[in-house]
């Protein structure tokens, strides 16, 4: 585990001295109209915030078994 500088023991305890405190906007989720074009806009959203996966994703089959 890492060793705590001052300035983070002092941010960490005041933290933890009043609490996390959330706006009610954050604790509730955001309303999204249910019409058609709202749905269409997150489906092109979704689509393209999946092309930014730039990475590989690999398999990982090992061993000598002759069905792998």
């Known amino acids: 585990m890492a060793r705590l500088t001052e300035t983070d023991r002092a941010a960490l305890r005041g933290l ?5 405190v959330q706006s009610a ?6 309303v999204v109209a249910q019409t058609m074009e709202a749905r269409e806009r997150y489906c092109r959203w979704a689509t393209a915030a999946a092309k930014f996966f730039k990475g590989a994703k690999p398999v990982r089959f090992v061993g000598d078994n002759w069905r792998l």
């Open 16 to 20: 933890t001295g009043r609490g996390f």
């Open 25 to 30: 906007a954050e604790r509730s989720p955001a």
